[in-house]
């Protein structure tokens, strides 16, 4: 089983940072690609970023070089660096892992980030 668990969600003010975290639980299934998708009311669920084991980024066009994508050597934790936070980035954060070989995206429960202004 595949369990991505996210942390470090919370409220800044806008010019703020933040720095979120996705750990997969340990997995018989080796893990593909992972990334960060984001939620916010009334809106569809969109990609923020996805890194994949060949090391290929991609970022949603709303970053505009204010995220940074990146895990750890193991590549079981996937990090999301957020700077010059903006209001309309709030929004529910939610990881996700992909195994190799499989159809299904695991996802976490989410992590909310609330960017006052």
């Known amino acids: 089983q595949v369990q991505p668990v996210e942390s470090g969600g919370g409220s800044v003010q806008a010019g703020g940072s933040l720095r979120l975290s996705c750990t997969v639980s340990r997995s018989r299934l080796a893990i593909a690609a992972m990334g960060w998708y984001r939620q916010s009311p009334g809106k569809q669920r969109e990609l923020v970023a996805s890194?994949?084991?060949?090391?290929?980024?991609n970022y949603g066009d709303f970053v505009e070089g204010r995220f940074t994508i990146s895990t750890n050597k193991v590549r079981d934790t996937v990090y999301l660096q957020m700077n010059n936070l903006k209001p309309e980035d709030t929004a529910i954060y939610y990881c996700?892992?992909?195994?190799?070989?499989?159809?299904?995206?695991?996802w976490g429960q989410g992590t909310q980030v609330t960017v006052s202004s």
């Open positions: 996700y892992a992909r195994p190799f070989h499989s159809g299904t995206d695991y």
């Open positions: 890194i994949a084991i060949s090391k290929d980024v």
